[in-house]
C-alpha cells in the first residue's frame, strides 16, 4: 500500500472519531438540565409525562434504526472497497433482487412504523381528554405579551363580574387540571411551557385547546414560538403554580379594584398621571374600568396589559423583567444556580394581596421601563404596537413607579 493511501486512510479514521465524538457529546448534552428553564426532557406536569413517555422509547427505536443502518452502510462500504489487486478494468458482479430481503426491509420498518402510530395517537387522545373540574382560562397572545382571563363560574363567558382579567404570569393552583383555550388579539403567536406540555398556537378567531397541570408548586417558564414581529424573543410566558389555599386567595384578591386613592402624595400624583397619560391603553380595576361599562365607544385599544394587580406578578413586560429582587436573572452578566432562577421575581405576600415589599421592587427596571420601553423591548416602531415613550419627566417616573406599588 502506498504511504498516500495509508495517510488518507489515517486522515478518515480522525475525521471518523471527531463525527462520532461530536454526536455522542450533542446527544449528551441534550440530556443535561442545568435549571435550564426551557428544557423539554424535564416533565413537571402530566401531559408533558405522557409526551415523555412516548418521546423517550421512539427516540431510542430511532437510534437503533440509525445505527443499524449507518452500521450497514460503513460495514459494506469497506468490504466491497476497490484494492490494489482488483483489475480497475473489471466490471462487478450485478445482482438483481434478493426477494427474501426485500419483503423483509419492507415489513420491517411497516411495522416499527405502525408501532409508533398507535403510541402517537394514543398519546394524542389522552392529552385532549376533557377534565370536568378543570379551571377555564383563556390565554391571548398580544404584541408582545400575554393576557389571561378566568372564566370562574364556568359559564362560558370570560368577561362576567365573577371573571378575572390579568396578565403576564398565569397563576394556578398545583395538582389541578387547567382547561386553557389560546387565542390571539392580533397575529399568530404559540403558546408553549416546556415543562407543562407541547406548543399550541395562539390564532385569531380560533380557539385552540390545552391542557396544563403543574404536579409541584413552582414557576414554569414559556417562550412564544410563532414568530410574531420585533420583540417576538421577547414575548416569554410564566405559569405560577402554588398551593390550592394560596391560589383561593389569589382569586379572592385579583376580583378586588382600587377605587380608593393611595394616602401617600407622591403615589396620588402618579394615579393622576396614569389617568391622563396611561388610561387609553392600560386598564386598573376601580379607576378606569366602570367608565368603559357605559362608554358607547372603546376607551381603551384593549392592547395592553391589566395593571389591576401589577404587584402580584413577580415579572413584567411579557416576563422579561423582574418586577422584585434587584437580581434580575434574565440579565447575562448574572449566573444564579437554578433554585435561584426560580424564586427570583417572587411577589412574596402580594401575590395573594398581602403588603408590597418596596425595599425588594426592581425600580431600575420599572423605570427604565417608563423611561424609553422600546430601549428595553424593541415595540411600537412596528405598526404603532407596543408601548410608546411618552418622553415622561423623572418626577412622573417616579410618582407612577410610587402609583404601581400601590397595586398589589
Ligand atoms: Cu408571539
Not at 489515517?10 to 457529546?25: K, M, N, P, Q, S
Not at 390545552?210 to 414581529?229: M, N
Not at 401575590?351 to 423591548?377: C, F, M, Y
Request: aromatic share 8%.
Amino acid at each position: 500500500m502506498s504511504r498516500r493511501s495509508t495517510g488518507l486512510r489515517i486522515f478518515g479514521v480522525i475525521v471518523f472519531a471527531i463525527v462520532v465524538t461530536l454526536f455522542a457529546a450533542l446527544i449528551y448534552a441534550a440530556f443535561q438540565n442545568d435549571g435550564k428553564p426551557l428544557d423539554t426532557f424535564v416533565p413537571k406536569g402530566p401531559s408533558s409525562q405522557e409526551i415523555q413517555n412516548l418521546v423517550l422509547p421512539v427516540f431510542a427505536v430511532a437510534g437503533v434504526v440509525f445505527v443499524g443502518v449507518m452500521g450497514a452502510v460503513l460495514f459494506i462500504t469497506w468490504k466491497f472497497r476497490t484494492t490494489s489487486e482488483d483489475d480497475p478494468e473489471e466490471f462487478p458482479e450485478q445482482i438483481h433482487g434478493r426477494t427474501g430481503l426485500e419483503i423483509g426491509w419492507t415489513i420491517l420498518p411497516a411495522l416499527i412504523l405502525a408501532g409508533v402510530a398507535v403510541g402517537t395517537v394514543a398519546t394524542i387522545i389522552n392529552l385532549n381528554k376533557k377534565e370536568p373540574d378543570a379551571i377555564q382560562v383563556q390565554v391571548a397572545g398580544q404584541q408582545w405579551w400575554w393576557q389571561y382571563k378566568y372564566d370562574l363560574n364556568g359559564d362560558g363567558n370570560f368577561d362576567g363580574p365573577e371573571d378575572i382579567t390579568t396578565a403576564t404570569e398565569m397563576v394556578v393552583p398545583a395538582g389541578r387540571p387547567i382547561q386553557v383555550t389560546t387565542t390571539s388579539n392580533d397575529v399568530i403567536h404559540s403558546f408553549w411551557i416546556p415543562g407543562l406540555n407541547g406548543k399550541k398556537d395562539a390564532v385569531p378567531g380560533i380557539r385552540s385547546p390545552l391542557k396544563l397541570e403543574a404536579d409541584e408548586p413552582g414557576v414554569y417558564r414559556g417562550q412564544c414560538t410563532e414568530y410574531c414581529g420585533l420583540s417576538h424573543a421577547n414575548m416569554r410566558m410564566l405559569v405560577r403554580a402554588v398551593e390550592p389555599g394560596e391560589y383561593d386567595t389569589w382569586v379572592t384578591n385579583q376580583l378586588k379594584g382600587h377605587a380608593a386613592d393611595p394616602t401617600d402624595a407622591k403615589a396620588l400624583a402618579g394615579k393622576t398621571t396614569f389617568k391622563a397619560l396611561c388610561a387609553q391603553c392600560h386598564v386598573i380595576k376601580g379607576v378606569n374600568d366602570e367608565k368603559m361599562k357605559t362608554a358607547t365607544v372603546p376607551l381603551t385599544a384593549g392592547v395592553a396589559p391589566d395593571l389591576t394587580h401589577l404587584m402580584t406578578r413577580g415579572t413584567f413586560a411579557g416576563s422579561i423583567l423582574n418586577l422584585y429582587d434587584p437580581v434580575d436573572p434574565n440579565d447575562p452578566s448574572v449566573t444564579l444556580p437554578a433554585s435561584d432562577v426560580a424564586a427570583a421575581g417572587d411577589p412574596g405576600a402580594a401575590l395573594t394581596g398581602g403588603t408590597v415589599d418596596t425595599s425588594r421592587v426592581n425600580r431600575v427596571s420599572l423605570e427604565a421601563w417608563l423611561r424609553n420601553p422600546n430601549a428595553i423591548k424593541p415595540n411600537y416602531a412596528q405598526g404603532g404596537r407596543g408601548m410608546p415613550n411618552l418622553g415622561l419627566t423623572e418626577a412622573q417616573i417616579d410618582e407612577l413607579v410610587a402609583y404601581l406599588e400601590t397595586l398589589n
